[in-house]
T-cell receptor, first 111, second 118 residues
Framework: RKEVEQDPGPFNVPEGATVAFNCTYS??????FFWYRQDCRKEPKLLMS???SGNEDGRFTAQLNRASQYISLLIRDSKLSDSATYLC????????????FGTGTRLLVSP | DAGVIQSPRHEVTEMGQEVTLRCKPI?????LFWYRQTMMRGLELLIY????????DSGMPEDRFSAKMPNASFSTLKIQPSEPRDSAVYFC????????????????FGDGTRLSIL
């Protein structure tokens, strides 16, 4: 079993739709969590950190459920430019930042 | 500001050849990470350095892989001899500090090196 698991997709949605991605992690000692975005043939870039109380950044909302070891990302009012692969990332926190990446969920937003 | 700079952007070589990938982290960042990305396995951490010292190389696949960081502004990842299964995109990333109190520091990635071993 992978340490971080995501549905690979692709999720095909029309512009303006709301879409949600989920991610589960197996290491209960994980302390910090992130969503990164990766465009085709580009490098990963930090989208947002995920906090225990949940957090929002514009159209993006991230949630964390420690009991279920589950992370989610909600995108409202999807734009064409949101098309990308979204990587769920967990920090093992072994005293140093050791990130474990999921294989990503691909989102395609169409006109 | 200049981001993480990697070279070469693309490398195609025959199996058995030595391959050297280069990385210049963002100035002032003292943590550096090497990752490998494939379709099957996603993004995997190979090794990371703090203040030029290798902290964890448990992700290095085998003895054919080695990494060095001779100074704060330069790191190399070497594969010798290379094999077709080493074909992947290799990313270098850096972050400002490394430590449990800074676990939310973002990592900044370079553009990657696309490596093809024939």
């Amino acid at each position: 079993r992978k340490e971080v698991e995501q549905d690979p997709g692709p999720f095909n949605v029309p512009e303006g739709a709301t879409v949600a991605f989920n991610c589960t992690y197996s290491n209960s000692a994980s302390q910090s969590f992130f969503w990164y975005r990766q465009d085709c043939r580009k490098e990963p870039k930090l989208l947002m950190s995920v906090y225990s109380s949940g957090n929002e950044d514009g159209r993006f909302t991230a949630q964390l459920n420690r009991a279920s070891q589950y992370i989610s990302l909600l995108i409202r009012d999807s734009k064409l430019s949101d098309s990308a692969t979204y990587l769920c990332v967990v920090n093992r926190n072994t005293g140093f930042q050791k990130l474990v990446f999921g294989t990503g969920t691909r989102l395609l937003v169409s006109p | 500001d200049a981001g993480v700079i990697q070279s070469p952007r693309h490398e195609v070589t025959e199996m058995g050849q030595e391959v050297t990938l280069r990385c210049k982290p963002i100035s002032g960042h003292n943590s550096l990470f090497w990752y490998r990305q494939t379709m099957m396995r996603g993004l995997e951490l190979l090794i990371y350095f703090n203040n030029n010292v290798p902290i964890d190389d448990s992700g290095m696949p085998e003895d054919r892989f080695s990494a060095k960081m001779p100074n704060a502004s330069f790191s190399t990842l070497k594969i010798q001899p290379s094999e077709p299964r080493d074909s992947a995109v290799y990313f270098c990333a850096s972050s400002p500090r490394l430590g449990s109190l800074d676990s939310n520091q973002p990592q900044h990635f370079g553009d990657g090196t696309r490596l093809s071993i024939l």
